[in-house]
């Protein structure tokens, strides 16, 4: 039984269709990054998930309960970190732990929680209301980890995080994984998917363009590693020979620099290697990660040309 | 509904309202009010051989009146933003993140509401407890007591009444201005308006009917919670000389004149239908708001 499985999911709003028929499955045990850019759809499929908004059409499963009914019992089973959520300003940190662990009738310390969020028990005593955005955050995703659910659901976690915050949040992911739980987060930064997720789905104006692990889409849109390299003179070989090596791809000359993509790191000294060999002298190389950024722009581009094509 | 998670949401409910200074500002405002009522009254002269322990007792008669204003305005000020308040912060999230039902919300916050509702009543009655043995004296303590304590069971039914209405609009608005809005249009046609238009209403039928007739005139006047609320705290002034106390809306010598004359009372002008009458106005409120508030959009 899938941890998540949405069935041509969908929610209009008016005109607008905020989720557009999205099949996705999310296997339990897996940590899945749920990318896309702000207005993408990704909050109204994670609101539909929980019921906090009923589809317009499709329908959704949670360790196999549907959303709409069975609330409840997939309520008992994930643990949440809202997006654009604001705690009770007039109650303290801990109050509002203990309230989850009444509501979830869970054993849990609300101490214990503090500490492996990393809030300080003196702040814990504040009011809510007087909190920072990333004591905030730290506080309900301790209330997310109350009674040990089966399936975290982490809306744009790294709100208001400094980068210790996002540390400690990456440690806790990893934590609950191992402890057999399902994680599905959300992101508009790529950079914080990469580090921890198994695989990732990508929307784009309210339809799911892509699902993937991290290394097959790279290899689908072709990029990984650029390297560019200055010689002093042309070598005795062709591009084309360039790009028959393993690893090796794209291969654009402009003068006496080139450059190409390298789906694998050891491909570089090949490369170099090749050069001098064909009676060049490297007089300049660097290589630079293609980041997600640039993949994410790229899947996004080549999703609204198909678009405009069909169109 | 599950009893341990309407307990837990009551209770969380309770501890962020009772925290409200708005909560503390209209009960102490009900406080005062309920010491100065009870000074005007004392400061009348009664006539010689008034039983001592009727003038305690008609000061209670007399605060059903401003009971009437002032409870229902305190349980609207703290339950208009039960609901779309969370709602609209985005701290319905976190609720709707734990193992509750929409309904164990629902009513959780009714019962939360009406329990910080209960406190605010009770700092009045503390004053009023306080206040009438040194502006009155007691006269007949035994009675006394137990009238005061039939009063504030009663005025308990009647906010925990305008609580479930003020619930029922947070959860059926979108927006806070919407559920300001309603509450306050509430407040003014079930009390401040509700004798006038029942009037206006009987204008092409002849206007007020006068004694011999019109007991759907009064049942129409009755079928206001406020209006139900007096007539309920009736049945804690048994053999009291002023026969329909809190009545004297538009005139306590015509509705009286009305009901004297129509013998015997019929069953939609006892106390008790004005207690089933005050239950259907929460009752009917709740359902509504519910159905609502189940299949609503909370994203």
Known sequence: MAAIETDALTRRYGEVVAVDSVDLTVEQGEVFGFLGPNGAGKSTLINMLLDYTPPTAGQARVFGHRTRGEAVDIRERVGVLPDAYQLYERLSGRRHLEFVVEARQADDDPDDVLARVGLDPADAERNAGDYSKGMAQRLVLGMALIGEPDLLILDEPSTGLDPNGIRLMRDIIREEVDRGATVFFSSHILGQVEAVCDRVGIMNEGRLIEVASLEEIRDAVGVGTTLHVTVDQQPDLTLSDLEAMDGVSNVRADGPELTMNLSDSTAKAKVINRLEDGGATVVDFETAESSLEELFAELIDEDETEAEVSA | ?299
Do not use: C
């Not at chain 2, 701290?91 to 734990?98: P, R, T, W």
């Not at chain 2, 329990?115 to 009543?121: C, E, K, R």
């Not at chain 2, 806070?176 to 809005?181: D, E, H, P, Y």
């Open chain 2, 1 to 299: 509904m599950r009893d341990h998670q309407l307990a837990v949401m009551a209770r969380k409910d309770f501890d962020d309202a009772v925290r409200s200074k708005a909560v503390w500002v209209v009960s102490a405002l009900f406080a005062l009010i309920a010491i100065l009522a009870t000074y005007r009254i004392s400061q009348i002269n009664f006539p010689e051989g008034v039983p001592a322990g009727v003038v305690p007792k008609l000061v209670l008669v007399t605060l059903t009146n401003p009971i009437t204003w002032i409870v229902p305005i305190i349980a609207l000020v703290v339950g208009y933003m039960s609901v779309v308040g969370e709602r609209r912060s985005g701290s319905l999230k976190l609720l709707l993140g734990l193992p509750f039902e929409r309904g164990e919300i629902f009513v959780g916050k009714i019962l939360g509401r009406t329990a910080v509702i209960g406190v605010s009543i009770a700092v009045g009655f503390v004053a009023m407890v306080v206040m009438i043995p040194v502006f009155v004296g007691l006269g007949a303590p035994g009675e006394f007591f137990v009238a005061i304590l039939g009063l504030f069971v009663v005025t308990l039914l009647l906010g925990a009444v305008f609580t479930t209405l003020a619930v029922s609009v947070s959860a059926l608005a979108n927006t806070r201005r919407q559920a300001i809005t309603t509450v306050f249009a509430l407040f003014f046609v079930t009390h401040v308006a509700w004798t006038g238009v029942i009037q206006f209403l009987a204008l092409p039928f002849g206007g007020v009917p006068r004694a011999g007739s019109g007991g759907w005139y009064l049942l129409l006047s009755y079928l206001s919670p406020t209006a139900a609320y007096t007539r309920v705290a009736s049945l804690v002034f048994t053999n009291f000389p002023v026969p329909y106390p809190g009545i004297a809306m538009d005139g306590i010598g015509q509705r009286a004149r009305i009901v004297e004359s129509l013998q015997p009372t019929p069953f939609y002008l006892t106390e008790w239908f004005a207690v089933l009458t005050l239950l259907a106005w929460a009752v009917g409120a709740g359902l509504l708001a519910h159905a609502v508030f189940r299949n609503a959009d909370l994203g």
